[in-house]
């Protein structure tokens, strides 16, 4: 009986040695996860001027960035003002969960058959999207891919500042940049 009884001493500690194992690997992300990405939770306004086509453009922006339950996500609105007085107004809202990479962040911008928030499919002229954060910096980058094959790359630093945070835009085709615009967005 001595047999018996270590041998359940041992699968009953195993047991309590993978509980605290999986209790721990699941609590450790969510932990880092919010430590992350808590210095850039807030709303964020903004304006910029910059030069297209040889005029000057005004753009407002905006910017959200909440905490959810799998991650975060940012909601951004840009309104252009129009010489002829038209407002050209985009908005998007992405929402962004933990990769199996230490800071950087898979897009959860469709469902697939499994139930899981999953990137779009670039292949398919579809954006695809992901984030990461290094240091005081959260950067989203935006891929699309055209129907010659060609390619455009969005990114999105926004480093945090007093007070709020420093807006760069980067646009390249085929790696050449065609656009770069610099604002800062105060914290509401």
Known sequence: MPLASTTFFKI?????????????????????????????????????????GGKTVHRDMSARIEETDDGFSISWTSATYKPDGRIKE?????????????????????????????????????????????????????????????????EYHRTLAEGGLDLEFRRFQNGDKVRAVETFLKRE
């Open 90 to 154: 985009k908005s998007y809202t992405i929402e962004f969960v933990p990769s199996v990479r230490d800071g950087i962040y898979a897009s959860a911008m469709q469902t697939n058959v499994f139930g899981k928030q999953i990137p779009l499919n670039p292949l398919k002229g579809e954006p695809f999207v992901w984030s990461r954060i290094v240091d005081d910096t959260l950067t989203v980058f935006s891929l699309f891919i055209n129907e010659a094959g060609n390619y455009e790359m969005q």
């Open 12 to 52: 009953k500690s195993l047991a309590a040695v993978v509980v605290y194992t999986v209790a721990m690997f699941i609590a450790l992300p969510s932990m880092t996860k919010a430590d992350i990405i808590t210095p850039f939770l807030g709303a964020y306004t903004g304006s910029a001027k910059f030069v297209e």
